[in-house]
């Protein structure tokens, strides 16, 4: 068995890479199999271990019970949402559970939970690092919030949530995932009048990746978003917007309204049953913001003038679409079209004129470039088997040494979850040897027929610093243990490496380098450039109340009693705020991913606009010395920021890079709403 199955071997491939070309889908049902078992004799032998505890063989043997499931969990989690299968999706229904059980297994062991309790007490008078006392204090919180403290009927039924928490997120998941893959639109070369060329192309692309001739509109972002900003055909358009905010609310087995009701019921009896009056205030907790009550009041201080300017916009493209014979009202299906076609009378500018100059592959380079100026690493290209052909991998290096490998998934394909993120194959560690990380940003960026340059939107370009601002804090950790390394980090506080790294996109000096035409090979002229950074909060009206609609639907599913029916309370809820009637959510409910596909950011969408506060004013340092790339702001910046990953609490971080923690005004001068 060990022979055949390349989990149970060695990784011989360079630095020790998943053997993608191995791993068969049957390997995977085999391997967890065998790694559940040893995750739990594991376990065993640290509570029946007969010296008493010790941070050694407590602490450090935990972070040791569970190396073969991180090494199967690390290759499946990460392929079962960029490289999806029916086998693969049916192992996660079945495994979803069983994590959850293992979990509450090892959370509510009384015995170990014992030996973790010893430690904690005595943790001041232990010969330990800060980094191993912060380590042990995370641990000792972590089985707490788990429910390590709960006896008989109460620590039964928290078993019971929390596996039926990860069944529900995994159908929502998947649910989200098969309404995105069936939903297609074929257009013919007529539908298409009038839309730029970029678009026909990836409209092809698409075509040709479902095995349908012509062209198609799917509801994957990087086609649907250019579909609805240049397509005149108001009829067509009305039609895509339609299937796109569906999505999860179609009826039918694919229905995710009826697993959110449930998710949201389950989510505050857990708080209630470890104390909590409500699922919010059980999530912030930990996080930065503490409670829900700051949370509100940093997203109504933005709300109120977002909101103001995107009335004043929406009366202006109103005004457009009555000069184009419509005298009807402005629908969300009419608004990035519009708003298009004001940008390119009012500035001067179309995203037709601006793509040729955003190669997807000079916008890697551009990524890698802003690493090596502020934190001297150097990117070689790997040639190696991944696990799609799409996929790129590189090693990281700094003065020669090895420090990472870094993996990109671009390309959307109906196999693969919509949206964009960052993940690991493998977390940093140093407790028992040096152990690199193989971190992976995914995207779904449109891709260009064979022969021509993949163009992405000035967005999709912030997109792709966002996410290898994420990779950076994955890749540049430098602690000793995987449970706080890179971005194991308070939720509200994982955002802003990210996008903090997308201000270096905006830095003339690099757009001027690597924003290059698709066919002349010319850098974008200067006169380009100076409309297109004049014009980066164009449209921010929108933008923000789209992001702040979502999060406040967000934060009352979670502060308040949960609904029966959640569209109608998601509909009470923006009333209450004034929505805009011509604007959707971002995420509406039955897609609401990031809240209901897990609760990774449950209570937490928010966190987005906390982490921008500091965002905004961490660059501010650079600006400050007058240089974007300032060496001994790097330094700070790595050494605090992108290198501590947990070892510290998140505000004491950032107060150690930059001296005090900001204000809302920073944001509101970042969006463009500062009086």
Known sequence: MSEQNPFFTHWEQEFALPPFHLIKDEHYATAFNVAFQQTREAIAAITLHPQPPTFENTIEALERSDILMDKVSGVFANLASSNSSPELEALQRDLSPKWAELNSEIKMNEALFFRIKILFDDRYNLVLTNEQLRVLELYHLSFVRSGANLRGNQRDRLKKILSRLAQLSTQFTQNLLQDERDWVMELSESDLSGCPQFLKDAASEAAKEHNLNGYIITLSRSLIVPFLQFSP???????????????????????????????????????????????????????????????????????????????????????????????????????????EKRRAAEHNLNEAELKPYFQLDQMIKASFHCAKKLFNLEFRELDIPLYHADVRAWEVTRNGKHVAVFIGDYFARSSKRSGAWCSRFRAQSSMDHKQSPITVNVCNFAKAPEGQSSLLTFDDARTLFHEFGHALHSMLSNVTYAFISGTSVARDFVELPSQLYEHWLSIPSVLEKFALHCETNEPIPKEILERLLKTENFDQGFATVEYISSALVDLAFHSEMPPVDPLQKQTEILERIGMPKAIRMRHATPHFAHVFSGDGYSSGYYSYMWSEVMDADAFSAFEETGNPFDPETAKRLEKFIYSAGGSKPADDLYKKFRGTMPKVEALLRGRGFAS
């Open 233 to 339: 055909r108001r009829d067509l358009r009305q039609k895509a917007f339609t299937a796109w905010e569906a999505r999860g609310a179609n009826n039918g087995d694919t229905d995710n309204r009826a697993i959110v009701t449930e998710t949201l019921f389950l989510r505050k009896e857990r708080a209630n049953l470890l104390g909590y009056d409500t699922f919010s205030r059980f999530k912030l907790d930990v996080e930065m913001a503490g409670n829900p009550e700051k949370v509100h009041d940093l997203l109504m201080a933005v709300w109120k003038p977002a909101k103001k300017a995107a009335n004043n916009d929406a009366q202006v493209l109103t005004k457009m679409m009555l000069a184009d014979g419509i005298d009807e009202e402005l629908t969300p299906a009419d608004w990035r079209y519009y708003s």
